[in-house]
């Protein structure tokens, strides 16, 4: 019986995800998700995502941050790619996180598109990681940020890379 759910936990992982959708309005930037898996909601700009079930591992932001004055799109690209980590470090430093830095920002290609991928280990009740995925846009960066326990990270990595796959940016 047991192995029965288990083939059908991975089953519906594997299986057609049931598509959901969200917009950003101001600069049009759209992510579609398992709904299965995920509950999402506009807060202001960014666009929030709650874990609803063990594969997703925690909730993950999708961040819009603008290009400051004075710098192209790929240079502030540059810029925050290589800032994230340090960023997140001085954060969680002030919570008294304990954070390391496990994978340093490294450009790779996912479903076609050139991004930047991180992550931080915190102490936290137990350990925890923050993962990381910079994307350049013409307004400035999209940045997706997810949060699992170490032991849920590998799996919910997986889940993870999904969600950067259904992210849209609009070409202006």
Same mark, same amino acid.
């Given at each position: 019986?047991?192995?029965?759910?288990?083939?059908?936990?991975?089953?519906?992982?594997?299986?057609?995800?049931?598509?959901?959708?969200?917009?950003?309005?101001?600069? +049009?930037?759209?992510?579609?998700?398992? $709904? @299965?898996?995920?509950?999402?909601?506009?807060?202001? =700009? #960014?666009?929030?995502? /709650?874990?609803?079930?063990?594969?997703?591992?925690?909730?993950?932001?999708?961040?819009?941050?603008?290009?400051?004055?004075?710098?192209?799109?790929?240079?502030?690209?540059?810029?925050?790619?290589?800032?994230?980590?340090?960023?997140?470090?001085?954060?969680?430093?002030?919570? +008294?996180?304990?954070?390391?830095?496990? $994978? @340093?920002?490294?450009?790779?290609?996912?479903?076609? =598109? #050139?991004?930047?991928? /991180?992550?931080?280990?915190?102490?936290?009740?137990?350990?925890?990681?923050?993962?990381?995925?910079?994307?350049?846009?013409?307004?400035?960066?999209?940045?997706?940020?997810?949060?699992?326990?170490?032991?849920?990270?590998?799996?919910?990595?997986?889940?993870?890379?999904?969600?950067?796959?259904?992210?849209?940016?609009?070409? @202006?």
């Amino acid at each position: 019986m047991r192995l029965a759910a288990t083939i059908l936990f991975l089953l519906s992982i594997t299986a057609p995800a049931v598509a959901g959708e969200i917009s950003e309005p101001a600069k +049009g930037v759209t992510l579609t998700y398992n $709904d @299965k898996l995920w509950w999402a909601r506009l807060d202001q =700009r #960014d666009i929030v995502l /709650s874990c609803m079930a063990s594969a997703c591992g925690g909730d993950c932001d999708v961040v819009l941050t603008m290009t400051p004055a004075g710098l192209t799109s790929h240079e502030f690209f540059d810029r925050y790619r290589n800032e994230i980590n340090k960023n997140t470090i001085v954060k969680a430093s002030t919570y +008294g996180l304990d954070p390391v830095v496990i $994978d @340093k920002p490294t450009i790779v290609t996912i479903n076609g =598109r #050139d991004v930047s991928q /991180s992550s931080v280990r915190l102490r936290s009740p137990g350990p925890a990681r923050t993962w990381m995925v910079v994307e350049e846009a013409s307004f400035g960066v999209v940045t997706l940020t997810c949060n699992s326990s170490e032991g849920e990270y590998e799996i919910a990595r997986k889940t993870w890379l999904d969600l950067v796959k259904g992210i849209v940016i609009p070409k @202006k």
